[in-house]
């Protein structure tokens, strides 16, 4: 039986290993302030890590763990959102600064502007490519600009392009600010009757992207552990599919899953969580370009 105190991803196959050996740099980070609906996200991560002691190291292509999995001590979740911000932008830069790739647990979806922050000290074109039920892109709302449901003003606002797959409800500022940003989008509706399109980026997309996963992006039927679900979401093969498709040739400089709210007793979702974190890893391995590490 597998120890479910373990604290790394992955830990129970991998161990601890060397942190210079590895190319992805796992980052708890479980906080929450600001949901608006069901809460829990704040126990996402560890629910994220404890399932993936359950995962098997062959994802059905390769075996994404060979380019290692380092886990970093987690984010403090009871800080102010700017402490805890700053904390991520640290840690992430660190991670990328040492040529490795950054990935990100949250929590609620506010801990993106950490990772955001970090990017934009890079001063090169950058693309982020965006999966949620939910545009994300209020300059407020309930009275804070740093709400999960700000999390993608701040990466337009940054000069970030920015492309958002299986949005099904929005706000009218959200319509209206992404027609003034030209924020790119293919949302639920989309997808439902007209497919996925080829090629799914438009063709001046940066090479360089950071993919940010709200699982509320899924349908409620594949994770329905997350605060504000949505029905009408994208199915696990769809998003497989996507995601591939966006990363496939471009540098890939982090990733993001976020918003999950785990369901004590209820499994399903944690695992799909971790699996889908895991089969990025598979497929940025594979699939990007050059890979650092």
Same mark, same amino acid.
Not at 121 to 145: C, Q, W
């Given at each position: 039986? &597998? ?12 161990? %601890? ?19 608006? /609906? ?13 399932? $993936?002691? /359950? ?17 970093? =001590? ?8 700017? !402490? #805890? ?5 640290? +840690? ?7 040529? &490795? ?23 090169? =074109? *950058?693309? @982020? ?6 545009? !994300? ?13 700000? +999390? ?8 970030? #392009? ?8 929005? $706000? ?21 009757? &007209?497919? @996925? ?11 360089? @992207? /950071?993919?940010?996963? !709200? ?8 994770? =329905?552990?997350?605060? #504000? =679900? ?11 599919? *996507? ?7 471009? %540098? ?10 785990? @369901? ?5 979702? !944690? ?6 974190? /895991?089969?990025? *890893?598979? *497929? ?10």
């Amino acid at each position: 039986m &597998k120890s479910t105190s373990l604290n790394g991803f992955l830990e129970a196959e991998l161990g %601890k290993p060397d942190p210079d050996q590895c190319l992805f740099h796992v980052i708890p980070a479980g906080f929450e302030k600001s949901v608006s /609906y069901g809460g829990g996200t704040a126990l996402g991560p560890q629910a994220i890590l404890t399932a $993936s002691q /359950y995962l098997e190291l062959y994802d059905g292509v390769s075996v994404p763990a060979d380019r290692g999995i380092y886990t970093l =001590p987690p984010i403090p979740g009871d800080q102010s959102a700017e !402490d #805890t911000l700053s904390d991520i932008e640290a +840690a992430v830069t660190s991670v990328i600064t040492s040529k &490795k790739i950054p990935v990100l647990l949250g929590g609620e979806h506010t801990v993106s502007v950490g990772a955001f922050r970090a990017l934009s000290k890079l001063d090169i =074109p *950058m693309g @982020i490519v965006h999966f949620d039920a939910h545009a !994300d892109l209020r300059d407020t709302y309930e009275g804070s600009n740093l709400s999960h449901a700000c +999390a993608l003003h701040h990466a337009v606002e940054a000069g970030f #392009t920015v492309f958002q797959i299986g949005v099904r409800s929005l $706000s009218t500022y959200d319509v209206a600010y992404r027609e003034k940003k030209s924020v790119h989008c293919l949302d639920a509706w989309d997808l439902f009757s &007209k497919g @996925i399109p080829s090629p799914l980026l438009p063709s001046d997309f940066p090479e360089n @992207i /950071y993919i940010t996963f !709200d699982v509320d992006g899924l349908d409620p039927s594949v994770i =329905p552990a997350t605060g #504000t =679900p949505e029905p009408g979401g994208l199915f696990w093969f769809q998003a497989m599919d *996507m995601l591939l498709s966006s990363i496939t040739g471009r %540098k890939v400089v982090g990733f993001d899953v976020v918003e999950l709210a785990p @369901i004590p007793g209820h499994h399903a979702s !944690d695992f799909a969580a971790a699996r889908l974190v /895991y089969n990025i *890893m598979g *497929m940025i391995s594979r699939h990007s370009r050059n890979p650092q590490g």
